[in-house]
Nanobody
Framework: QVQLVESGGGLVQAGGSLRLSCAAS????????MGWFRQAPGKEREFVAA????????YGTESVKGRFTISRDNAKKMVYLQMNSLKPEDTAVYFC????????????????WGQGTQVTVSS
């Protein structure tokens, strides 16, 4: 069992930066692939980025490559999403999620979810 709590969201101007954090509980955190998803009003939840259990592999959706970086600290049971050069279209609720599975990109593959944190980017 894993519980996830996101923090770090807020209101920022276009071009600004935010760092989202996800604190995990549970003894098996280091075995999970961790992902970030987001959901904008009226839209489906979409994959943003994921990181392997030991942090060696990461993936990001095309729209955030070069701007967002996912990282993790297994000793602290934390996952981070550094978001730079933010755009108004990045506005959404951002969710942290954990999966044991091999599908990193589908939200249906993730077993545990946080409650989400709002990110609003003004133009």
């Amino acid at each position: 069992q894993v519980q996830l709590v996101e923090s770090g969201g807020g209101l920022v101007q276009a071009g600004g930066s935010l760092r989202l954090s996800c604190a995990a509980s549970g003894r098996t955190f280091s075995r999970f692939v961790m992902g970030w998803f987001r959901q904008a009003p009226g839209k489906e939840r979409e994959f943003v980025a994921a990181i392997g259990s030991n942090g060696a592999r990461t993936y990001g959706t095309e729209s955030v490559k070069g701007r967002f970086t996912i990282s993790r600290d297994n000793a602290k049971k934390m996952v981070y999403l550094q978001m730079n050069s933010l755009k108004p279209e990045d506005t959404a609720v951002y969710f942290c999620a954990a999966t044991y599975g091999s599908d990193w990109f589908s939200d249906r593959a993730y077993n545990y979810w946080g409650q989400g944190t709002q990110v609003t980017v003004s133009s």
